[in-house]
């Protein structure tokens, strides 16, 4: 491997020497606060690693090919910012979460655990971004996930978990593990039928190969769907959906935020990846399944979000039907293809953050002991905590109502850019059946987001005083929403700085 190369992966060689860096420091000295600081030092260190490499890139040097395995453009370092960014968000989300159980280092007690399965977990979603090759596809695949598998259980691994904590956590990590090994199976099933029909693994070959009369063969056309599928269950579209809701509820909120998050970004990296650089998006069998999926994921996730009490469970449907608005985006091809879904994921990320943020916050430090298994409980009509939560916490409530506008795509917020973006695009493919999904999809989604918005600005004196005993939101929570608040407002009343830096990707 020549420096060059060396150079372009300088994000991914960041990331790996911080996990054994931090691995040698917790076998030495056990200190959840020092497990943190050196996380997010890792993380920040990772994202200058990637603004560097991406201010090499220029200057007739587009990308670097970093082996048959990974290629590093800027496409691919926007994405891994953007991941390593969305971690740190979450580590100080996980250290709130930790926190309010008092977990310390003990021989029962490892939090600093959390950190380095947060760090795998990063490194996964980053190769994934800058993924080539079938290979490379499949291993950073299962990092991700195996790093998922004792984060959604990790309530199992100390004394400070409740026992209502514990039960719901091991089936949330049974439901994932057994369903995300089918289909993995199922992956890589396909990515051999891709082979066998076109003797190759590198997808600008698969692209080469697929010109001929292997585009057309049953083997690439079984491959091509088994491989999609694999990649809708990582993005949780419809029908591959049925372990979303309750591995949302059962998780550790900022691992649910995670997923929601990290997870499905890096699915959409490599699936952008995939269609562009394989030749696959511009093929009948791939359009044909993403459309499916699409409008089946808007429908679907709206109308079951309709009839969703509790607010993680609400948020996961409406999760699967904003990956079906994304995928609208994959679906046209050439740069405003790629923008848009670009633009539409960046909203996505910063305000699912936002509302899962929120949440943690409130049922993991805002509540006594006594509320805290109820908090993620959410009623719109009935006594919850939610309920009347604007007058109990300004900031949370007011910080809560901007991210359930933007998911509804209000104009204001960066949601209602991005689901612009996803209109603009449908209609320059001429997409009508799609459009007419996302219509109907949004107006579904205004009504259950407008009812738990008015939620929270009811007036409810009983349930505030039943509360005074609250808890004190840690200071680094509420920094960390106000942050993603100002995001979210900044880049919807002021879209075109973001607009021309994705234009000048693809230019």
């Known amino acids: 491997m020549t420096i060059m190369e060396l150079h372009a992966i300088l994000p991914l060689l960041t990331l790996t020497g911080g996990i054994v860096c931090l691995m040698l420091q917790v076998a030495f000295f056990r200190s959840h606060g020092a497990a943190l600081g050196t996380t997010l030092v890792v993380l920040l260190l990772a994202i200058c690693a990637s603004l560097l490499v991406a201010a090499g890139l220029g200057n007739g040097i587009p990308s670097v090919q970093a082996t048959a395995l990974l290629l590093v453009d800027r496409q691919a370092l926007l994405l891994c910012t953007l991941l390593l960014l969305a971690g740190v968000a979450v580590a100080i989300l996980g250290r709130s979460y930790l926190r309010s159980r008092a977990i310390i280092p003990s021989a029962t007690d490892h939090p600093e655990a959390f950190y380095i399965l947060l760090l795998l977990c990063l490194l996964g979603a980053c190769t994934l971004a800058c993924a080539s090759h079938f290979a490379s596809f499949f291993l950073a695949l299962e990092l991700v996930g195996l790093s998922l598998y004792p984060l959604l ?28 090994a089918l289909t993995s199976a ?48 990582k993005l949780s579209l419809v029908p591959f959906h049925i372990w979303t809701p309750d591995v949302y509820q059962g998780a550790p909120t900022p691992v649910t935020a995670l997923i929601a998050t990290v997870s499905k970004a890096a699915a959409v990296a490599i699936l952008l990846r995939l269609l562009t650089l394989s030749g696959l998006g511009e093929e009948t069998i791939t359009t044909s399944l993403l459309t499916v999926l699409a409008v089946a994921s808007i429908l679907g996730g709206n109308l079951l ?119 603009a695009a449908g209609i320059e493919g001429e997409l009508w059946l799609v459009i007419s999904a996302v219509i109907v999809g949004s107006a579904l989604g205004l009504f259950y987001y407008l009812r738990l918005l008015l939620a929270l600005f009811r007036r409810d004196h009983q349930r505030a005083a039943a509360n005074g ?39």
Not at 166 to 177: N, V
Not at 474 to 503: C, E, K, M, R, Y
Request: hydrophobic share 55%.
């Open 305 to 423: 979000a309709l009839m969703q009490d509790d607010v993680k469970r609400l948020l996961a449907y409406s999760s699967i039907a904003h990956i079906g608005y994304l995928a609208v985006a994959l679906l046209i091809d050439g740069a405003f293809g790629g923008e848009a879904a670009l633009y539409y994921l960046i909203a996505y990320i910063v305000t699912t953050l936002g509302a899962f943020a929120t949440v943690s916050l409130v049922a993991d430090e805002a509540v006594t002991d006594v509320d805290r298994h109820n908090a993620a409980g959410m009623d719109p009509c009935a006594g919850t905590y939610f309920a009347g939560l604007f007058w109990r916490a300004p900031l949370l409530g007011g910080c809560f109502a901007a991210m359930l506008l933007s998911l509804a795509g209000i104009p204001l917020t960066i949601g209602f850019i991005g689901k612009f973006y996803i209109f």
């Open 469 to 507: 005993t609250a808890r004190q939101v840690s200071l680094d929570g509420q920094l960390l929403l106000l942050v993603l608040s100002v995001t979210l407002l900044a880049l919807g009343v002021f879209p075109q700085p973001l607009i021309n830096w994705l234009h000048a990707l693809y230019t």
């Open 186 to 233: 199922l992956g890589l099933f396909g990515i051999a039928l891709v082979y066998g029909a076109t003797g190759a693994l590198e997808f600008a070959a698969v692209a080469a190969a697929i010109e001929g009369p292997a585009a057309a063969s049953g083997l690439m056309q079984a491959g091509v769907t088994l491989v999609l599928a694999a990649m809708a269950f």
């Open 153 to 180: 259980g990790f309530p199992l691994t100390g004394n400070g978990f409740a026992a209502q904590e514990r039960e719901p956590a091991m089936e949330s990590a049974i439901k994932y593990l057994l369903l995300s």
